[in-house]
């Protein structure tokens, strides 16, 4: 089986930006400094890995920044989300800093992990409301982000979890499970999946049997929406109503972004697996470029305006490269500390 | 401290752990109970009998059979605050959250200095003819998780002191509870709100000429092994580890090194099992006051059968155990 | 949460059976002889066991005799098909003996478990189709079922792997795993779902988020029907259907009975648990009794032929017991045999 | 059989484990591959690179990720007549699936005589900074499941002849291939159809003053600390398991018989390790023949940290194996 050579639902594509509510000027240029330096960051991170840089592997959210950004700016401060490893946008929009993200890719002594786990990987809840999970094993963030949505519910409070899930991770039983149990008792859990059609190489017709993920909402008696993952506004838009749905006590809604990864799987990963006329067809409709065009026509920002940005982006880039190489590693002395807490 | 023989103002080894449940859900309202049927029903066993009364559908939560998905539920609403204690229904289940447990639960903290204060409640063990997949004794597996606890108690006494430790302790806990003690274990219990705490070996029964040790089930059997060996003249001292991660490892070295003779007795499958990781321990940091080999006694390397005949064959009993002490105290 | 007042949807529901087909009149008396030794049957286990002759647990489908015997009389004698432990019926129906039955129950020496697991499971794929799974883990049979449906399309054989499952053991993740492992290759696979209400003492609304596990079929891409399961007509015409449909290559297929046991969990369980009133609206839909009361009329048998097949169940049950009782127990010497396959 | 130094002709263990799979597919039209992207894709480590051209999606199956749905599938198809082989894309996602290897896989033929024939792939093991979740070697669980057996090998010439057999094994098999050797090791490999019998322990290195008994990627760190140990005139015989179940307890005991010491070394976690096992069955099986204690050398108790000098410090190494060794001989 192959993916089919429609690649969007015709009524879902577009290759310019819809704006769909009145943006101060101020939040369109943070979404637009989110969104590039996560592009510049994960552009050096491809290249320090070909330098050998980076050990282990790199994954990059190319292609995907839209979403993260887009939903990240709908969740209130004392949200929670996971992120799996197309979401460095969203770690962005809610403050985390380059240089940190970049000193846990070199495995640097900086906190929390203490280069205990990989760069891809971050929780820390009180600064960033990003919820630990265990990082690996697919859809196991499902289970735990209804336990968080469950915390919520029970202390009365009204806060969000937002799971963040590429398509193929829909296909473990856990995800099941978890939108099961927070189903049943109507907890505020949003899901969020990132439908790239391709899980590692897999392409989405040996993942499912449905179309869609969001042809699977109805089995558990929550709202399912398909909509175009590239566009900022529209992933606002639905995002938007994902989460106040489930703010409300209405409980899971389940948002699908149709997508595309421009990189492999990670970056040692050529995507050979990846038709051409399919690559092109995203190309087209990168998310970046499509929202630059807006900004500087319908958005009314110069090239100048952007072009600081991208100035300010790179620095802090290259800020990060300097600071990840500065920081030591951690000791070996402390390799069994914070195995078992007091 | 043996079992107790009275039947007086004598309490289960069931009724320990319940209490100890209940008590901790009066003191801290962060406790809460996840698992199936352990609301109207009161649990497969009946441990939570009167609890969803008591303390609300809020802190008492049934859940669908999906033990993968409420493990990982009652892990993050630790991480968030909560003191879960889940209930599996059987221990032998515990495979179906073998990745939520292993994968999450014992490496957030470790990962990212998170605690995650939740327990496991694991009824584990054979010997009422339960069969292949309602008898089985899976502590090993757990050992070899780094960032795990593991607790197994043998007596009313230690189950509910154990169980409070479990609950205010601020890591994943395993705490199997064996379904054979369940009612055939009772004895007299304090009225205070005490707590046995983790990683403390306890001594059964003192002596001078072999150590056994034991823990779980087995410490019963091994007790009865004891007592006919006394007959015989020899003093066993049964040392009950009551928690295998941490371990108590200076208690049954400390007797090694009294007895010269250790013997190791536990009801899981003699390969890969617990007393495995005991014994060479002892062979390691004993070597030199050791008088006769290391010897284990545990259950064959088959699945539990039902039949009769067949369970018993399988399992260890005094019987096996006084055989095996003899030969020890021979050699 | 707790069931609610309406016991089952009244476009289901009927204290009558419905004949649809024209059945000969032997056949008639072969499902009545099915359901009958069932019944008589799980009755003596139940005697056994509370005078203490059946170790460990007991466990019975009575209510739910229907569904087993309709389903099974629409099977091929070479599909394959798994129980859980309401479907004593259709081993029954598929030849297996009462006396090797009950020699189970007591842990004797009889192939081809030997004492090694309980009375409540049986696998023998040669003589009945009885497939090998794990028993005790809820949904285990949905990846097995699938696996063995798998074969069959790799060999390019018409035949069809049923697996009966109760609705509580549609929660597990390896429900999910393994009808969209099955739905994807359109393996022949039918799943049927008998929904008694509970799972153990918990009831479907605290089960899932859904009024029907039917509705759960769409996530799969699958059809998903909902019938009552006391009118062992309506199971054929129902089961007829999905059978064919997965022997066509068509893919997956899911039935929902809705119907009730009668008896708790194991013998153990008082079914405190279960409304008085709950327990006698469907004790007027037992589905013996509903088709004696067929047969009598619309069937046109007389009570004397009934009678006569229930001496000969009787029978049959206490020969079951003297063999039990006089084969040996296997013997400890033969406990390490067979472990490992040469 | 140490692994080869020339690179003419040589075999990596990689390219030995997919010319075993390729030509057991080729001599036998029952073996069937399940797995995550091992179609077009070839595999996340190519082990099946070209496999689906050559068989065909019949036999080479591309998985949705479910690893508890397709091993359960791979079980059934076994039972029916097909000889499965699943490939797990890391050996640390078996927690996934553990359930259907532990409850199903493992029971089937002892309950009712049907085999299981099914071959698990389990890519594991540390040293390439994969962190907590991409290096764990989990073997040891399995050894404590009866009715599984368990290999891993640590030479392209044992991982294609064991492997083979594995395959054509009628029991369920979990193999564990260890990810750092998969290019660093190669060797020439004969031309013929060689299989190695599974329970067949491999004196790596022959030596009178010491044993190490050890398995999988630790053998080659064993061996290169025996070579330091010679120069210092210290000859050690390393025993590579090659299988953990069955066990070839003989071989082990013969040669500490011969040795009077041993060393048990492996790369899992240390407490509760396969390691621990062997150390006790030597303890009780060679207790008179023993000069010194049975010391353990294995991975620290914690997860395998990301980082490199966190990594290092975890597992074991050489020179850590060098150490223990010199602490035995001059004990
Ligand atoms: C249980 C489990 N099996 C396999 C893997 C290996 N794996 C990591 S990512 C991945 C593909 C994920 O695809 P998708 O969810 O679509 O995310 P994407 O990479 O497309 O963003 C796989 C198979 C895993 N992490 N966990
Ligand atoms: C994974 C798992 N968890 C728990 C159990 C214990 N258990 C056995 S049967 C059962 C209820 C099953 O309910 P259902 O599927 O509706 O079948 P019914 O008994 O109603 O026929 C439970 C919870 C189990 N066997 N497996
Ligand atoms: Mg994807
Ligand atoms: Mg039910």
């Not at chain 1, 600071?323 to 590693?329: D, G, H, M, R, T």
């Not at chain 2, 010269?260 to 007393?275: D, I, K, N, P, Q």
């Not at chain 2, 399988?314 to 019987?319: C, E, F, K, M, N």
Request: glycine content about 8%.
């Amino acid at each position: 089986m192959h993916t089919e050579p429609i690649y969007l639902d015709p009524a879902l594509d577009r290759t310019a930006i819809a704006p769909v509510e009145l943006v101060a000027r101020e939040d369109l240029l943070t979404w637009y400094r989110v969104m590039r330096l996560t592009r510049t960051f994960e552009q050096k991170l491809a290249a320090l890995y070909r330098q050998g840089g980076i050990l282990g592997a790199a994954y990059l959210g190319t292609g995907q920044e839209a979403i993260a950004t887009g939903v990240a700016s709908v969740m209130q401060p004392r949200d929670y989300f996971n992120s799996v490893s197309r979401e460095l946008a969203a770690w962005f929009y809610r403050g985390v800093e380059p240089k940190h993200v970049m000193a846990r890719w070199f495995g640097k002594d900086v906190p929390p992990s203490h280069g205990r786990d990989l760069g891809l990987f971050l929780a820390d809840l009180e600064r960033y409301g990003l919820a630990p999970y265990a990082n690996a094993p697919m859809g196991s963030w499902l289970p735990s982000g209804a336990g968080y949505a469950l915390a919520f519910k029970l202390r009365r409070e009204p806060r969000v979890y937002v799971a963040f899930t590429g398509e193929g991770a829909t296909s473990p039983g856990d995800f099941y499970e978890g939108i099961n149990f927070a189903a049943i008792h109507k907890l505020p859990l949003v899901i969020i999946v990132a439908n790239n059609g391709f899980a590692y190489s897999t392409p989405v017709s040996d993942e499912m049997p449905v179309k869609n993920v969001a042809d699977r909402a109805p089995a558990f008696n929550i709202p399912g929406e398909i909509a175009f993952g590239n566009d900022i506004f529209e992933v606002r838009r639905v995002a938007r109503r994902a989460i106040e749905h489930a703010r409300q006590g209405l409980g899971p809604y389940l948002v699908e972004f149709k997508t595309f990864r421009q990189r492999g799987h990670g970056e040692h990963d050529d995507m050979s697996y990846v038709p051409a006329g399919l690559r092109a067809f995203w190309e087209r409709r990168d998310p970046l470029r499509m929202y630059i065009d807006y900004l500087q026509h319908g958005g009314g920002m110069t090239s100048d305006q952007l072009s600081a940005i991208d100035a300010e982006c790179t620095a802090l880039v290259e800020e990060a490269v300097q600071y990840a190489e500065s920081v030591p590693y951690p000791s070996p002395e402390k390799v069994a500390w914070r195995l078992y807490a007091d | 401290m043996a079992a107790g023989e009275t039947m007086g103002m004598t309490t289960t080894y069931l009724d320990a752990i319940s209490q100890a449940l209940r008590e901790e859900m009066r003191r801290d309202s962060r406790v809460i109970l996840l698992g199936e049927d352990i609301g109207v029903f009161g649990g497969a066993f009946k441990i939570t009998r009167g609890f969803l009364d008591e303390f609300g559908s809020d802190r008492v939560i049934d859940t669908p059979i999906s033990e993968s998905g409420f493990v990982g539920a009652a892990c993050a609403a630790a991480i968030e605050g909560f003191r879960p204690v889940v209930e599996f229904q059987f221990a032998d289940f515990v495979t179906c959250a073998f990745d939520q447990i292993v994968n999450f639960a014992a490496k957030a903290y470790y990962r990212w200095g998170t605690p995650v204060p939740v327990v496991f409640r694991c009824p584990s063990g054979g010997g009422f003819r339960g069969g292949p997949f309602h008898s089985q004794n899976p502590e090993a597996w757990f050992t070899h998780v780094p960032g795990l606890k593991v607790v197994q108690p043998s007596t009313p006494y230690d189950a509910k002191g154990l169980l409070k430790s479990a609950i205010r302790d601020n890591n994943p806990v395993m705490y199997f509870e064996h379904k054979h003690l369940y009612r055939r274990i009772r004895e007299q219990l304090p009225d205070d709100d005490y707590v046995i705490p983790l990683g403390c070996a306890d001594v059964k029964r003192e002596g001078r000429d072999l150590t056994i040790v034991t823990y779980g089930a087995m410490v019963h059997d091994s007790l009865a092994a004891a007592e006919r060996l006394a007959k015989d003249g020899a003093e066993c001292e049964v040392i009950d580890l009551r928690t295998l991660v941490p371990l108590d490892k200076k208690c049954f070295l400390d007797s090694v090194r009294k007895t010269s003779r250790a013997l190791v007795v536990y009801e899981a499958h003699l390969t890969g099992g617990f007393g495995g990781e005991v014994a060479a321990i002892i062979a390691q940091e004993a070597f030199d006051d050791l008088d006769a080999p290391v010897v284990r006694v545990a259950s064959m390397d088959v699945p539990i059968p039902f039949s009769p005949p067949l369970e018993d064959a399988v399992l260890p009993s005094a019987d096996k155990i006084y055989r095996a002490a003899v030969d020890v105290l021979e050699y």
